[in-house]
């Protein structure tokens, strides 16, 4: 879609998220310099909580050293490297050429295969948006609108569809059953794949729920 036919809104997002990806800064860098707030830039963008105009300002100003009226345009420019914040120039020097680590490009099922290993005991019954309730912001932005194909994926050996279905919030879902436990050459490759920063995010979440 044109941006011009973005409302003001998306239109801040997708300049975010344009300018952020193009110089291969992580969200959690830009919660750091900007002083936002452990993962509120992952919500911001995954619409779980609005932009407040401080937070607009202080993103443009510390992390792209723009006025804030240049991200509501839909002509936006990507900054110059050489003019951004000095510490904000160190990481993207230091990180220039690297793909961005970014949680979109990997596989769901890798998530999946952490979670079911970690909360899940054989027999137990699951649905989608159980399993989703672990992910983190990044991971629910990454994976919005995606769903779990488990008899398609190397979980459905282990996996089965009981043919029952229970109320979700918006509509029924599907009642899944882990019938085997998962190898641990499995879990090993998940945990490597999904890195431990998220492992451990996703082992102090669960304590709380």
């Known amino acids: 879609m044109n941006k011009t036919e973005l409302n003001e809104y998306d239109l801040v997002i997708s300049n975010l998220e344009d300018m952020r990806l193009f110089l291969n800064i ?37 992390i792209y050293n723009i006025k804030t009226v240049q991200i509501l345009s839909p002509n936006l420019k990507m900054p110059q490297s050489t003019k951004l914040p000095q510490e904000i120039k160190n990481i993207v020097t230091r990180r220039k050429g690297k793909t961005p680590r970014t949680q979109v490009k990997r596989d769901i099922i890798q998530f999946c295969i952490l979670i079911l290993n970690r909360h899940f005991k054989i027999d137990d019954n699951f649905t989608n948006s159980l399993i989703k309730s ?76």
């Open 26 to 62: 992580e969200m959690q860098e830009i919660d750091e310099y900007a002083e936002l707030g452990t993962n509120t830039y992952s919500r911001i963008v995954s619409k779980k909580q609005p932009i407040r105009l401080d937070e607009l300002i202080s993103i443009g100003k510390h």
């Open 134 to 209: 672990y992910f983190n912001a990044e991971l629910d932005l990454a994976f919005k609108g995606k769903s779990i194909q488990w008899n398609r994926s190397i979980l459905s050996p282990f996996v089965e569809d009981t043919n029952t279905t229970q109320s979700g919030k918006t509509k029924s879902e599907k009642v899944y059953k882990l019938i085997k436990k998962l190898p641990s050459d499995m879990v090993k490759k998940a945990k490597e794949t999904v890195g431990e920063d998220w492992l451990n995010e996703m082992e102090e979440k669960s304590n709380h729920l």
